[in-house]
């Protein structure tokens, strides 16, 4: 069966520091993989995409980056931390086709100081 | 691009009762959507989608229906009980090699006993 994993579960950075979050899926191939941000009380929003290694699709602009160095693995980048980059981020993952369920990873619950 | 509006943005229903959340869509080319649910400080697990070329799904106590002519669907649960207790979220999205998911602003739903 496939399981996602996202690391750290929650981490505390100060303002203008970097951060790393990474994804991995097991079980599958090929897979469409997904960075969301959810803000307190808030909906998701996605903010990458990726298709397979190397493609990255940015849907909102913003102090954050994504790279997907290999098949099953995805990880979300900031140089410099803001406040406004608090929140919980979420990775999924979903087969390459239409109509198919995103499965979401545990999350990682970020606050910048 | 595209725009979820969900409503309401909290209900509080008698356990054994009915709860309807609706959500309505901006961008005709939309053919998925699903419905998550999401309890306190975990990831969001859908619980029911539906496709465009269909107007109504049932899973046991739940059923989500769709009007494409009007871009709205809803979310019914019937015979309510406490576990149903979570913020559920509506999504859309047109596949475009991968499949974008815009969310609803969720709707925090209260069973009380």
């Known amino acids: 069966s496939q399981t996602i994993h996202q690391w750290p579960a929650t981490l505390v950075q100060p303002v203008g520091s970097p951060l790393s979050l990474e994804c991995t899926v097991e079980?599958?191939?090929?897979?469409?993989l997904y960075w969301y941000r959810q803000a307190a009380g808030r909906g998701l929003q996605l903010l990458f995409y990726?298709?397979?290694?190397?493609?990255i699709s940015s849907e909102v602009p913003q102090n954050l980056s994504a790279s997907r160095p290999q098949d099953r693995q995805f990880i979300l980048s900031s140089k410099k931390l803001l406040l406004s980059d608090s929140g919980f981020y979420l990775c999924?993952?979903?087969?390459?086709?239409?109509?198919?369920?995103?499965?979401f990873g545990p999350g990682t619950r970020l606050t910048v100081l | 691009g595209e725009n979820v509006e969900q409503h309401p943005s909290t209900l509080s229903v008698q356990e054994g009762d009915s709860a309807v959340i609706k959500c309505t869509y901006s961008?005709?080319?939309?053919?998925?959507f699903p419905w998550y649910k999401q309890e306190l400080g975990k990831r969001p697990q859908l619980i029911i989608d539906?496709?465009?070329?269909?107007g109504e799904k049932k899973d046991q106590r739940i059923a989500v229906t769709l009007n494409k002519t009007a871009k709205h669907f809803s979310l019914h649960i019937t015979e309510t009980q406490p576990e149903d207790s979570a913020v559920y979220f509506c999504?859309?999205?047109?596949?475009?090699?991968?499949?974008?998911?815009?969310f609803g602003q969720g709707t925090r739903l209260t069973i009380n006993p």
């Open positions: 999504a859309a999205s047109a596949y475009q090699g991968a499949q974008k998911l815009v």
């Open positions: 539906i496709r465009s070329n269909v």
């Open positions: 079980g599958t191939s090929n897979p469409n």
């Open positions: 961008d005709s080319a939309s053919n998925y």
């Open positions: 999924a993952w979903s087969v390459r086709l239409d109509y198919n369920e995103q499965f």
């Open positions: 990726s298709v397979g290694i190397g493609q």
